[in-house]
């Protein structure tokens, strides 16, 4: 299996523009993370899917984030509009199995994104 | 709230030696105790994990050691090499009560492992 491929790897944008961000899980997988990683808080949950339905979007910063999931092997994550606070490497994880604190998350390459 | 306190931030250590790293947290429900493992450019990798019921686990060079009384853990990387160099994350791991049972993971901050020849 390529693991978890996330696209794009970098990115840079002016204040104000959309982005979105993409990620594949691995194939089988039933739940997907994104997380959001700077040096200043580490790695942060935004957002979890659990068969492509939102379970808890509690960590996702303001309404100017969005995710989606239209099918098994597809989401994005959306910031409109963008702004330098947002800069940060973004990761998407999948794991199998829902119900076991023990299961592993595989972590895709990351985006960093730079808002200028 | 760091809900995982880990240290130290960064850490220097000379081939052939210990590598120790230390986190601490506050929430007993926390049942699952991974360790990643993060190259740059890459995402963190599961490198070993504990279960609260157990005190020390050991794979290879790795070691966990857990004090479940004090709500403390760290990682040993005996005899570091500088392919080690890179960042770790401890984690704590639960389901949370009327979550729909999925798992939340809460990371340290990291440490950044530099290993020199």
């Known amino acids: 299996d390529a693991g978890v491929i996330q696209s794009p790897r970098h990115e840079v944008t002016e204040m104000g523009q959309e982005v979105t961000l993409r990620c594949k899980p691995i194939?089988?997988?039933?739940?997907l993370f994104w997380y959001r990683q700077t040096m200043m808080r580490g790695l942060e949950l935004l957002i979890y899917?659990?068969?492509?339905?939102?379970?808890?979007d509690s960590g996702m910063p303001e309404d100017r984030f969005s995710a989606k999931m239209p099918n098994a092997s597809f989401s994005t994550l959306k910031i409109q509009p963008s702004e330098p606070r947002d800069s940060a490497v973004y990761f998407c994880?999948?794991?199998?199995?829902?119900?076991?604190?023990?299961?592993?998350?595989?972590f895709g390459p990351g985006t960093r994104l730079t808002v200028l | 709230q760091q809900q995982v306190k880990q240290s130290p931030q960064s850490l220097i250590v000379q081939k052939g030696g210990i590598s120790i790293i230390n986190c601490a947290y506050e929430?007993?429900?926390?049942?699952?105790f991974p360790w990643y493992q993060q190259f740059p450019g890459k995402g963190p990798a599961l490198l070993i994990a504990i279960r609260p019921d157990v005190s020390e686990k050991k794979e290879g060079r790795f070691t966990i050691s857990f004090n479940k009384s004090a709500k403390q853990f760290s990682l040993h990387i005996m005899d570091s090499q500088p392919g080690d160099s890179a960042t770790y994350f401890c984690a704590a791991s639960q389901i949370p009560l009327n979550s729909g049972g999925y798992q939340k993971v809460t990371f340290g901050i990291g440490t950044k492992l530099q290993v020199i020849p």
């Open positions: 929430n007993t429900a926390f049942d699952y």
């Open positions: 994880a999948s794991s199998f199995e829902l119900a076991l604190s023990t299961d592993t998350q595989y």
């Open positions: 899917f659990n068969n492509n339905v939102p379970i808890d």
């Open positions: 194939s089988g997988h039933n739940s």
